[in-house]
């Protein structure tokens, strides 16, 4: 069955650069991956995609490795406000249809 | 643009009422998610429209729920009756293209309804 792993909490301080590492070993050969950030209250809200090296936009960068089973995002220098939880999407379910969300990485920022 | 326009936001009724929950996608988009949020389960994909006609209902979970998409600009999403373990946050979410079965992945969510069944 198609699945993702990522680590269920992380802690960081201001200032510092956050490396969330997702795996997901059966991720088809057409299959992109894409990183969802949520905050309390809100829907989910897309912030990169990538199909292998690396990619950045003004939100984070995104490191893929050449044999795709995992990837990593990094958010440089978090702020407070950067407290949510992150959601790496990969492979589609068993029938290769829909995509799945998996239960994310909640990080927390402190001052 | 105003994004996806879910309402109500918030709905709190009774075990065995019916319930509707509504939706506006980003105009111009031609595919609509309904996904269930809840502790136990993160977030579930219910069902899929693309141009206005369901694809993928497969997540729906009993013949209690119902989904329609009328038109480009509306969906509804009705739950009768309702049961306590539906209790969750329902969100829309809209995309350009035909998301499940493509590479492009980006999906703009509404900012769900809380439904609380009693």
């Known amino acids: 069955l198609a699945k993702t792993t990522q680590p269920i909490s992380m802690d960081s301080y201001e200032g510092q650069e956050v490396n969330i590492t997702c795996s997901h070993n059966?991720?088809?050969?057409?299959?992109?991956i894409t990183w969802y950030q949520q905050f309390p209250s809100q829907g989910p809200r897309f912030i990169i995609q990538?199909?292998?090296t690396k990619v950045t936009n003004e939100v984070a960068s995104l490191f893929i490795p050449a044999d795709r089973k995992s990837s990593t995002l990094s958010l440089p220098r978090v702020s407070l406000s950067d407290t949510a939880v992150y959601y790496c999407?990969?492979?589609?379910?068993?029938?290769?249809?829909?995509?799945?969300f998996g239960q994310g990485t909640e990080l927390s920022v402190k001052p | 643009d105003a994004g996806v326009i879910q309402s109500p936001r918030h709905e709190v009724t009774e075990m065995g009422q019916e319930v509707t929950l509504r939706c506006k996608p980003i105009?111009?988009?031609?595919?609509l998610f309904w996904y269930r949020q809840t502790m136990m389960r993160g977030l579930e994909l219910l069902i899929y429209f693309n141009n206005n006609v369901p694809i993928d209902d497969s997540g729906m979970p009993e013949d209690r729920f119902s989904a329609k998409m009328p038109n480009a600009s509306f969906s509804t999403l009705k739950i009768q009756p309702s049961e306590p373990r539906d209790s969750a946050v329902y969100f829309c979410?809209?995309?350009?293209?035909?998301?499940?079965?493509?590479?492009?992945?980006?999906?703009?969510f509404g900012p769900g309804t809380r439904l609380t069944v009693l």
């Open positions: 990538g199909y292998k």
């Open positions: 105009s111009g988009h031609n595919s």
């Open positions: 979410a809209s995309s350009p293209v035909g998301t499940l079965r493509s590479s492009y992945n980006e999906q703009f």
């Open positions: 059966n991720i088809a050969t057409n299959d992109y």
């Open positions: 999407l990969g492979p589609r379910d068993n029938q290769g249809g829909k995509l799945i």
